[in-house]
């Protein structure tokens, strides 16, 4: 699906360009929806990108929920 590759390229550039930016994205993204699973676990990656382990384990832990 095109619209779902795009969706996903744009998650993997925003989180290699501007990781600040990433997180308020999906922090915004769980404050409207806090078990939205693809934001819960793109957050994660984002975290743990930063080497923010322990953030990171936090969010996919609450994608395996």
Request: hydrophobic share 50%; no cysteine.
């Amino acid at each position: 699906d095109v619209i779902k590759k795009w969706k996903v390229f744009n998650y993997k550039k925003l989180i290699i360009l501007d990781i600040p930016k990433a997180i308020e994205f999906f922090k915004k993204a769980l404050s409207i929806n806090p078990n939205f699973v693809p934001s819960l676990y793109h957050l994660g990656l984002v975290y743990h990108a930063n080497r923010q382990v322990y953030a990171a384990i936090e969010q996919f832990s609450k994608v395996l929920k």
